[in-house]
């Protein structure tokens, strides 16, 4: 299947840069190809830039960076429209949201009004601006970060922007043996500020992305999946362990992820495997804990595996 070409290529190409982080990368690459965005969380120095980087690079898209600070304001996000003396008339300056790839540094270090800026054009694909709606690239994706042990000078992100998220992706530490692998890397030469020196073959185009989702688009679900899907959802708004369960947009992310990973797995069909790898990362931000059970030591992944032990399987 063209998808797993694809997909196989740029993991492949992406190896070059990224050490002992193939499932976030994997994670990011389903949503790319879901036409998703993604939450990265992780403490600094864990790759999550590079990743960023990365990708855009491999998509022969262009990339643009936003650091989130208390003082930043909508229009630093979204543009604004300059008056020219010299021409009497109002010139629209673009923000640096009109890209293909954005990452959002440090999100939740701006305040509610400057992350909401951003609501609009996830959901949408455009930001209005005095009034001008006007269309933003495609593709366009965006990789926000946060750092999960700061919370001095932070500002939680509020629940409709976190569903705007296809996935929140937990960034760890990679393993002792990845470690060596990448101090070995930079003391041959390499050096995360300079991808144009490394060999990777940027082949994959809009286009080819757009390709990509057509034939994602064809990937058959059988009613049984719909039903689990749903039925996870229905469990996790009835969970003794829960504030609040998944939304109508949580089942919906689950269903287009895993059609992505099917897919990138070189099958036209879902099968509950595919599901079940994907639970988390689209459930752990939509819901919240009752603080019973975080007392108790549980997260948010734990919770819906608990979830899952307890729906029936479709044969």
Same mark, same amino acid.
């Given at each position: 299947?063209?998808?797993?070409?694809?997909?196989t290529?740029?993991?492949t190409?992406a190896a #070059?840069?990224?050490?002992?982080q193939?499932? =976030?990368?994997?994670?990011?690459?389903i @949503?790319?190809f879901? $036409?998703?965005?993604?939450?990265?969380?992780?403490?600094?120095?864990t790759a !999550?830039?590079?990743?960023?980087?990365?990708?855009?690079?491999?998509?022969?898209?262009?990339? #643009?960076?936003?650091?989130?600070?208390?003082?930043?304001?909508?229009?630093?996000?979204v543009g604004?429209?300059?008056?020219?003396?010299?021409?009497?008339?109002?010139?629209?300056?673009q923000? =640096?949201?009109?890209?293909?790839?954005?990452?959002?540094?440090?999100?939740?270090?701006?305040?509610?009004?400057?992350q909401?800026?951003?609501?609009?054009?996830?959901?949408?694909?455009?930001?209005?601006?005095?009034?001008?709606?006007?269309?933003?690239?495609? =593709?366009?994706?965006?990789?926000?970060?946060?750092?999960?042990?700061?919370?001095?000078?932070?500002?939680?992100?509020?629940?409709?922007? &976190?569903?705007?998220f296809?996935? !929140?992706?937990?960034?760890?530490?990679a393993?002792?043996?990845a470690?060596?692998?990448v101090?070995?890397?930079?003391?041959?030469?390499f050096d995360?500020?300079?991808?144009?020196?490394?060999?990777?073959?940027?082949?994959?185009?809009?286009?080819t992305?757009?390709?990509?989702?057509?034939?994602?688009?064809?990937?058959?679900?059988?009613?049984?999946?719909?039903?689990?899907?749903?039925?996870?959802?229905?469990?996790?708004r #009835?969970s003794?362990?829960?504030?609040? $369960?998944g939304?109508?947009?949580?089942?919906?992310? &689950? &269903?287009? @992820? @895993?059609?992505?990973? @099917?897919?990138?797995?070189?099958?036209?069909?879902?099968?509950?495997?595919?599901? !079940?790898?994907l639970?988390?990362?689209?459930?752990?931000?939509?819901?919240? &804990?009752?603080?019973?059970?975080?007392?108790? $030591?549980?997260?948010?992944?734990?919770?819906?595996?608990?979830?899952l032990?307890k729906?029936?399987?479709?044969?």
């Amino acid at each position: 299947m063209f998808v797993q070409d694809i997909a196989t290529h740029i993991r492949t190409e992406a190896a #070059k840069v990224l050490v002992g982080q193939e499932e =976030p990368f994997t994670q990011v690459l389903i @949503a790319l190809f879901s $036409g998703g965005h993604v939450l990265l969380e992780g403490v600094p120095g864990t790759a !999550k830039t590079l990743m960023a980087k990365t990708l855009a690079a491999l998509t022969q898209t262009e990339f #643009k960076r936003i650091q989130f600070t208390a003082d930043l304001m909508p229009s630093d996000v979204v543009g604004t429209q300059i008056f020219e003396l010299g021409t009497g008339q109002f010139r629209l300056h673009q923000g =640096p949201i009109f890209t293909s790839v954005l990452l959002g540094d440090e999100i939740n270090r701006a305040p509610a009004k400057t992350q909401s800026a951003l609501l609009e054009a996830m959901e949408e694909r455009q930001v209005t601006i005095e009034g001008q709606r006007m269309p933003l690239p495609e =593709p366009f994706f965006v990789l926000a970060t946060q750092n999960p042990i700061e919370y001095e000078g932070t500002y939680p992100l509020p629940e409709a922007q &976190l569903d705007r998220f296809l996935f !929140k992706v937990l960034v760890d530490y990679a393993p002792q043996a990845a470690e060596i692998e990448v101090l070995r890397r930079y003391h041959h030469g390499f050096d995360a500020r300079h991808l144009e020196r490394v060999d990777l073959q940027r082949t994959v185009t809009a286009q080819t992305l757009a390709e990509c989702q057509n034939e994602i688009r064809e990937v058959q679900v059988d009613e049984g999946i719909f039903k689990y899907i749903t039925d996870i959802a229905q469990a996790s708004r #009835k969970s003794l362990d829960l504030l609040l $369960g998944g939304s109508p947009r949580a089942s919906i992310s &689950l &269903l287009l @992820a @895993a059609k992505s990973w @099917a897919a990138m797995q070189g099958r036209a069909f879902v099968v509950p495997d595919d599901v !079940k790898f994907l639970v988390r990362p689209v459930y752990r931000h939509r819901i919240i &804990l009752k603080p019973e059970a975080e007392i108790e $030591g549980l997260n948010a992944d734990t919770a819906m595996s608990r979830i899952l032990a307890k729906v029936e399987v479709p044969r």
